[in-house]
C-alpha cells in the first residue's frame, strides 16, 4: 500500500482504522485465506458477528498470527457485537451499535453508563446517511459504514445472516455508475477505491468484503490520493437517501419488537 492508514477518533480515546475488513457471507477456507491475505496487506480492522458463522475461522487464524509474533493485540481492531459487562471485565475497550436509528442510538446514549463509541450502518454512495451522520456527530459518535461498495453480487448463501430484498431495490450499480468512473479514471483508480475513498473522506469507516487477494489489496490502497471538493459534490448529488437502502437486515424475532419495523426516517 502506498499512503499511510487514517483512523478514526473515538471519545474514550481509542482508535479504529478508517479502512477495515467485511467479513458476512465469507465462510470456510475463504475466510481463512482472506483473513490471512488482509493481514499480510497491512488490515487491521476486522468486523465480525456471531451470526457470520465464520468466528471459529476467523479466531484460529488471527491466534496464528497473535502465537508467530507478526502482528500484536493490541495493533488489532476486532469488531464483534459486545457490551457494558465485556468493557468491565477488559475484554473489549469500547462498545459499538449497529442497525440502530438516531431515536434508538439517542436512547442509548442517554441510558448507558459507558456510552457507545461508533454506529454501523449500511453507507455508501446510492444512502450515504447524512442526517444520521450529523446526529452521532453531534454525541461524538463515530459511524463506520457496511457494505461500502453496494454489496456488488452479494447472493447470501443458505440461512443468510442478512436478507437482501432485490425485488424492491433500487439498481445496485454503484460500481458501474458513469459519475463514479469519470472521477476514477481522472484519478486513476478503480471504480470501487473512488467509493471508498468517497466514505472515508466523509470521516466514516468503511469495511468493504473481499475474499480476492487482488481486490482486497486494492480496497486497501485508498490513502495516496485525494477527490476534490468539485469531486466530493458530484458523488454527493448520487445520494438517493432511504430509497437507496440495499440491506434490511431481518432477524425473525425482531417483529416482535415494538417499533418494528423500524420506519424512522433516520
Ligand atoms: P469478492 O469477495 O469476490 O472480492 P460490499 O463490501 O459493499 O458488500 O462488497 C463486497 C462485494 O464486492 C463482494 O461480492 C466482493 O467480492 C466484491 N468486491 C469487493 N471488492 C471489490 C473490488 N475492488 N472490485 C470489485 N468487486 C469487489
Redesign the pocket.
Known amino acids: 500500500m502506498t499512503g499511510k492508514m487514517e483512523y478514526l477518533t473515538f471519545f474514550n480515546g481509542h482508535k479504529m482504522p478508517i479502512l477495515g475488513l ?1 467479513t458476512a457471507h ?1 465462510l470456510g477456507d475463504d475466510i481463512e485465506k ?1 483473513i490471512d491475505a488482509a493481514l499480510e496487506i497491512g488490515y487491521r480492522h476486522i468486523d465480525t458477528a456471531r451470526r457470520y458463522n465464520n468466528e471459529a475461522q476467523i479466531g484460529r487464524t488471527l491466534k496464528k498470527w497473535l502465537d508467530s509474533g507478526k502482528i500484536k493485540r493490541e495493533d488489532l481492531f476486532i469488531v464483534t457485537k459486545a457490551m457494558e459487562g465485556q468493557v468491565d471485565a477488559g475484554r473489549a475497550r469500547s462498545i459499538g451499535l449497529s442497525n440502530f436509528n438516531a431515536r434508538q442510538v439517542k436512547r442509548v446514549w442517554q441510558s448507558a453508563r459507558i456510552k457507545p463509541a461508533n454506529l454501523q450502518v449500511e453507507l ?1 454512495v446510492y444512502f450515504q446517511q447524512s442526517q444520521l451522520r450529523a446526529f452521532c456527530r453531534a454525541l461524538d459518535i463515530t459511524v463506520c459504514g ?9 447472493r447470501p448463501p443458505g440461512r443468510a445472516a442478512i436478507t437482501v430484498d432485490t425485488s424492491k431495490q433500487p439498481k445496485r450499480d454503484q ?1 458501474t455508475n458513469p459519475v463514479v468512473s469519470q472521477i476514477a479514471q481522472k484519478h486513476r483508480k ?1 471504480n ?2 473512488v467509493l471508498l475513498r468517497y466514505v472515508v473522506q466523509l470521516g466514516v469507516a468503511a ?6 487477494p487482488d ?1 482486497l489489496r ?2 486497501f490502497d485508498v490513502f495516496d490520493f485525494e477527490l476534490s471538493a468539485e469531486d466530493m459534490e458530484a458523488l454527493e448529488q448520487l445520494d438517493k437517501g432511504s430509497a437507496g437502502r440495499q440491506v434490511r437486515a431481518f432477524i425473525p424475532e425482531m417483529a416482535n419488537h415494538p417499533e418494528y419495523p423500524f420506519n424512522a426516517h433516520y
Do not use: D
Open positions: 467485511g465469507a482472506a455508501h457496511y457494505i461500502p461498495l453496494g454489496a456488488p453480487g452479494v460500481m478503480t470501487a477505491q469495511i468493504p468484503k473481499s475474499t480476492n481486490r486494492q480496497n
